[in-house]
C-alpha cells in the first residue's frame, strides 16, 4: 500500500501530523502500536508561552477548545505550576489563591483523586478548605470491584448523570468561593464541564486524578476523529517492526500485522514517543531508537545516566534522537532526507521547541510544513 | 527452577507498566460490573494465580476475548491471551450441555443440514425459543442462524473441473457458517476469484477452526481441531503452494494466532499463507489485475471492523476494496465491538451485557442510516442484524453483486 506521507507513532505529535497533512491534500497513513502518553496527559501545553492562533485554531477545528491565560494551574496534589495554554475545562489562576474558601468533593469509594494532599497545598496559599464525599447510586455497581473503580468508568457515568453532581454539589456548598472537583467530566459529551461551571454558584475547578486522564482521552478521540474525517487511515495496534533505507532514502516499512506487505510512502514522520512509548529503549550499555536506529544523544558513562535525589531533574529524561535543524533523522551521522523525527522522541534536544506536550505541537507543525514545502 | 516457575508467563506478561490503558478500552467493564477488567483479570491476575491456582476467579469467563485491551496496550502484552490462557489452565469445571452445544459448530451443522427446513422452522418457533430459553439457557430474543439444506462443499465439489480451468489456484477455508448457513457467500468469493482469473479449490477435509471450543472450556477438542486443520494447511501450502483465503476474520485470527499462542499448536511454516479474501484480492489489484465493475452501480455503505479483525489489523484491506467500488458512498464505522462475541451473546446471562456492550455501534448505525453495513464476521452480522433491523453484507458479497456477471 502507498501513501504521500506515513506517521509512525499516532499519539499527539501524531494525529497533529496527520492533521496538517490531511488538510493540505495528502493522502497519508498513521500506525501505531498502542495507545499513546495524551491518557497521561494533564490538559495543559506548558512550554509554549505565546499565544499561537494557529495552534488554537487547529484544536479547535477538531473540536478540542484551547484557552490562553498566562499563570499557574493547580497539580494534583495540590501544587502549582507555570501555564499559559491549556483545554479549556483546565484553569489556569493569575495567582495561586485562587478563592478564599474551597469546597472539595470527591466519589465515595474513588481512590485516584487525592482530596487531603490538595487541601494541605491549598492552605498553604492561604485558603481554607472542606472535604465532602458524594455518593450516587449511578457508581455503586462500579464500586464491584474497587480496582476498577478508575477516571474513565466514572466519567462514563457522568455524561448521563452529571446533573445530579450540580445539584448536589449546591446542596453541600456554604459559603465557599470555588469547588474543587476530580477531572471525570466531558469525556464523550465534550459540553459537560461548561455545563457544570454554570450550575453551580462558585467556581469550578478540574483537579487531575490518575491516569488514564479523560481529557487526554477526549482530546485524543476528538484528534482521531478529525484526522478519519479528513480522510487519514489510522492503523490502530500495528507497529513497525523494520524500515527498508536505500543511499539515506527510506522506501517502506514493514510492519508486524501486515508482515510482508510492505507500506510505502514518498516521506516518514517517525514520533514514537519516548521511553514509555518505545520510540526510544535502552539497556545497561546504550540508548536506542529501535526502528531504524538512528543516531541518539545520551550520556556514554551510565552513572551520569540518572540523579540518586529522585525528585531532581534525571539527565535520562533529555536523551534523544538526533535530527538536523529541519528536522531530518541522523544516521550514523547524515540526514535520512525524507524521514522526519517529531514529538518527545526528540528528548531535549532540540530545546527551541519547547518540551512534552508543547514540544510535541511545535515538532509535528514543523516537520508537516517541511514535507509541504518539498 | 521455582523462582521463574513463579515468576514469569507467556503474552509478554512482564511488560506490563500498570499504565491502565487497557482498562478504557474494555467493553465489558463499560456494561457488567461483575468483569474485573482487562488489568486485573490479565497481568494482575496472572502474578497472584502464578503463586497459587486458589487466585483463578470464574468471573473471567465473562471476557469477551474481543482483543480490544491488546490492540490498545501500549506495551505489547497480550492481554486477552493472558486471560483466555488462565481460563483454559485453570478452570476444571466440565462446560455445561448447553456451552458444549454452541460450541460445535460443525457437529450441529451436519446434523441440522439434511433436515435444514424442520430444523430453520422448529428454532424459529417462538414455543422452541422459550423452551430452549427456560432448559438450556439460551436467550430467547436470539435468532437461530438457519441452516441451507445444500453444503458449500458439495456445491463446489460439483464444480470441481471448471475451477481447474483457472491459471492461477487458491485454497479456501470457508469455515461452518459459509458451510451450512450461508454457502452464499462461498460462491460470492468463487464469483469475484474467477473474475480475477483464480480458481477455487476445497481443503481436503477442514474441520470448524474451533474459536468457539476454546471460549467455552473445550480446548482439548479445539487443539485437537487445530492440529487436523494445520496438517491440511501444509498440504496446500507446502506441498501444492497455494494460499489459503477465508471470509470470516475471525477463522483467520484462530488460525493465524489462536493456534499457536493459545493452544500451543505450531503453525510457523504455513501462517503466512493463511489471509483474509480482501487482502488477497487487495493485493491482485494493487498488482494491476483489474475487476469489471458494474455501470450506475450505488450502495451506501457503512463499514463495520469485527474485533478479531481490529486485532490483526486487516480492516484496511477491506476498507479500501470498498471504497474502490465505483457508486459505493463509504463510511467508516467508530471502531466498537458489537457485543456479540460468537456463542457469549447467545447465553441468556450474557445477553443484556451484550446488548449494552453494542448500543454505541447500534446508535451509530442508525444515524448514519446505510443502505447495507459491511462487516467480515459472521456474528456481527447476525447481532446488527437482530438489534438493528440493517442487512449486513460480507465485503466479499457487495464486490460480487458490484461486478458484472
Ligand atoms: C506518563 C507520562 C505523563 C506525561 N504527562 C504530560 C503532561 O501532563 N503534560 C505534558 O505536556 N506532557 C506530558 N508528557 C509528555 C508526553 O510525552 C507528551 O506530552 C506527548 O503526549 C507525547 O506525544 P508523542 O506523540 O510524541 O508520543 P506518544 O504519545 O508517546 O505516542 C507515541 C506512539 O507511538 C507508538 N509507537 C511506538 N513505537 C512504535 C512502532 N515501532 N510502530 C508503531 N507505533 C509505535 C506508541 O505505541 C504510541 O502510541 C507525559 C509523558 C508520559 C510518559
Ligand atoms: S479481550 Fe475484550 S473483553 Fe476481554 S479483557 Fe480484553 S477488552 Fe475486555
Ligand atoms: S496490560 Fe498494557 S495497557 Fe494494561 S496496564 Fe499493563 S501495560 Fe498498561
Redesign the interface.
Known amino acids: 500500500?502507498r501513501f504521500d506521507t506515513v506517521i509512525i507513532g499516532g499519539g499527539l505529535t501524531g494525529m497533529l501530523a496527520g492533521i496538517t497533512l490531511q488538510k493540505a491534500g495528502q493522502k497519508t497513513a498513521i500506525i501505531s502500536?498502542?495507545?499513546?502518553a495524551l491518557?497521561?496527559f494533564s490538559g495543559s501545553f506548558e512550554s509554549i508561552k505565546e499565544p499561537s492562533q494557529r495552534i488554537v485554531e487547529l484544536f479547535a477545528e477538531a473540536g478540542v477548545r484551547l484557552h490562553y491565560s498566562p499563570g499557574v494551574r493547580l497539580l494534583p496534589l495540590g501544587t502549582f505550576k507555570e501555564s499559559a495554554l491549556a483545554l479549556e475545562d483546565v484553569d489556569i489562576f493569575p495567582t495561586p489563591k485562587f478563592a478564599r474558601k474551597v469546597l472539595i468533593v470527591n466519589f465515595s469509594g474513588y481512590h485516584d483523586f487525592f482530596t487531603s494532599f490538595l487541601a494541605d497545598g491549598l492552605e498553604k496559599q492561604g485558603m481554607t478548605c472542606r472535604l465532602r464525599f458524594l455518593s450516587l447510586p449511578e457508581l455503586e455497581?462500579?464500586q464491584?470491584?474497587p480496582?476498577?473503580m478508575?477516571s474513565?468508568?466514572i466519567a462514563?457515568v457522568m455524561d448521563r448523570v452529571w446533573e445530579k453532581v450540580v445539584q448536589e454539589v449546591r446542596v453541600l456548598l456554604k459559603d465557599e468561593d470555588a469547588v474543587v472537583l476530580p477531572q471525570v467530566f466531558g469525556l464523550q459529551d465534550t459540553s459537560v464541564p461548561g455545563r457544570i461551571r454554570q450550575g453551580i454558584p462558585a467556581h469550578v475547578v478540574f483537579a487531575g486524578t490518575?491516569?488514564?486522564s479523560v481529557p487526554g482521552?477526549r482530546t485524543l478521540i476528538l484528534l482521531k476523529?478529525r484526522y478519519?474525517l479528513l480522510g487519514g487511515?489510522y492503523?490502530?495496534?500495528?507497529?513497525v517492526i523494520r524500515a527498508h533505507t536505500h543511499e539515506g532514502v527510506v522506501h517502506s516499512v514493514a510492519?508486524?500485522?501486515?508482515?510482508?506487505?510492505y507500506i510505502e510512502a514518498a516521506n516518514f514522520i517517525l514520533s514514537t514517543g519516548g521511553y514509555?512509548?518505545?520510540g526510544l529503549i535502552s539497556n545497561p550499555f546504550q540508548v536506542l531508537e529501535p526502528v531504524f536506529g538512528l543516531d541518539v544523544e545520551y550520556k556514554e558513562d551510565r552513572n551520569q545516566w540518572y540523579n540518586p535525589t529522585f525528585k531532581e531533574d534525571q539527565p535520562y529524561m533529555h536523551f534523544g534522537v538526533k535530527a538536523d535543524e529541519n528536522l531530518h533523522a541522523l544516521k550514523d551521522g547524515k540526514p535520512l532526507e525524507n524521514l522526519f523525527v517529531a514529538g518527545s522522541i526528540l528528548g531535549g534536544n532540540r530545546p527551541e521547541f519547547g518540551f512534552a506536550a508543547g514540544q510535541c505541537i511545535k515538532t509535528a507543525l514543523f516537520a508537516a510544513d517541511q514535507i509541504l514545502k518539498k | 527452577m521455582k523462582l521463574q516457575e513463579y515468576t514469569s508467563s507467556r503474552h509478554n506478561f512482564e511488560e506490563c507498566m500498570k499504565c491502565t490503558v487497557c482498562t478504557a478500552y474494555c467493553p465489558v467493564l463499560q456494561a457488567n460490573p461483575l468483569y474485573p477488567g482487562p488489568k486485573q483479570a490479565g497481568p494482575d491476575g496472572e502474578r497472584l494465580r502464578l503463586k497459587a491456582p486458589y487466585f483463578f476467579n470464574q468471573a473471567l469467563k465473562y471476557c469477551l476475548n474481543c482483543k480490544r485491551c491488546e490492540v490498545a496496550c501500549p506495551s505489547g502484552v497480550n492481554v486477552a491471551d493472558l486471560i483466555q490462557s488462565a481460563r483454559i489452565k485453570y478452570d476444571t469445571t466440565p462446560p455445561k450441555l448447553r456451552d458444549r452445544m454452541l460450541a460445535s459448530t460443525d457437529f450441529m451443522g451436519s446434523l441440522a443440514r439434511p433436515v435444514a427446513p424442520v430444523v430453520n422452522a422448529v428454532t424459529g418457533l417462538g414455543v422452541t425459543k422459550t423452551v430452549l430459553d427456560a432448559t438450556l439457557k439460551i436467550d430467547r430474543h436470539r435468532e437461530f442462524p438457519k441452516y441451507s439444506s445444500r453444503s458449500f462443499e458439495r456445491w463446489l465439489k460439483r464444480r470441481r473441473k471448471e475451477q481447474t480451468v483457472f491459471p492461477e489456484q487458491v485454497a479456501y477455508f470457508h469455515g461452518c457458517y459459509v458451510n451450512y448457513n450461508y454457502p452464499q457467500l462461498g460462491k460470492d468469493l468463487v464469483k469475484v476469484l474467477n473474475a480475477l482469473g483464480v480458481g477455487v479449490q476445497l481443503l481436503e477435509k477442514e474441520k470448524c477452526c474451533g474459536i468457539a471450543l476454546i471460549t467455552n472450556g473445550m480446548s482439548g477438542q479445539a487443539r485437537k481441531n487445530a492440529n487436523h486443520n494445520v496438517a491440511q494447511l501444509r498440504q496446500a501450502v507446502l506441498d501444492k503452494g497455494l494460499k489459503v483465503l477465508t471470509t470470516s476474520s475471525t477463522c483467520a485470527l484462530t488460525i493465524r494466532d489462536e493456534y499457536p499462542n493459545l493452544l500451543g499448536v505450531d503453525n510457523a511454516d504455513v501462517r503466512e499463507s493463511v489471509l483474509l479474501a480482501t487482502r488477497f484480492i487487495f493485493e491482485k489489484l494493487e498488482k494491476g489485475a483489474s475487476l469489471k465493475f458494474k455501470s450506475g452501480y450505488h450502495r451506501k455503505i457503512a463499514y463495520h471492523t469485527p474485533c478479531h479483525l481490529e486485532r490483526m489489523g486487516w480492516g484496511i484491506f477491506s476498507e479500501k476494496l470498498l471504497q474502490m467500488i465505483p457508486g459505493v458512498e463509504f463510511t467508516l464505522l467508530d471502531s466498537n465491538c458489537c457485543g456479540i462475541s460468537g456463542t457469549y451473546g447467545f447465553k441468556k446471562e450474557n445477553y443484556e451485557v451484550s446488548q449494552a456492550i453494542g448500543e454505541p455501534l447500534f446508535a451509530q448505525i442508525r444515524s448514519v442510516n446505510p443502505e447495507v453495513v459491511a462487516c467480515d464476521c459472521e456474528t456481527c452480522k447476525w447481532q446488527i442484524e437482530m438489534s438493528t433491523g440493517y442487512t449486513v453484507m460480507n465485503p466479499i458479497s457487495i464486490l460480487a453483486e458490484a461486478i458484472e456477471d
Open positions: 500500500m502500536t498502542g495507545q499513546n491518557h497521561f455497581t462500579l464491584q470491584s480496582s476498577e478508575r474513565v468508568q462514563r490518575l491516569p488514564p482521552i476523529q478519519q487511515t492503523l490502530m495496534g500495528d507497529e510492519t508486524r500485522n501486515l508482515d510482508n506487505h514509555f512509548s518505545k
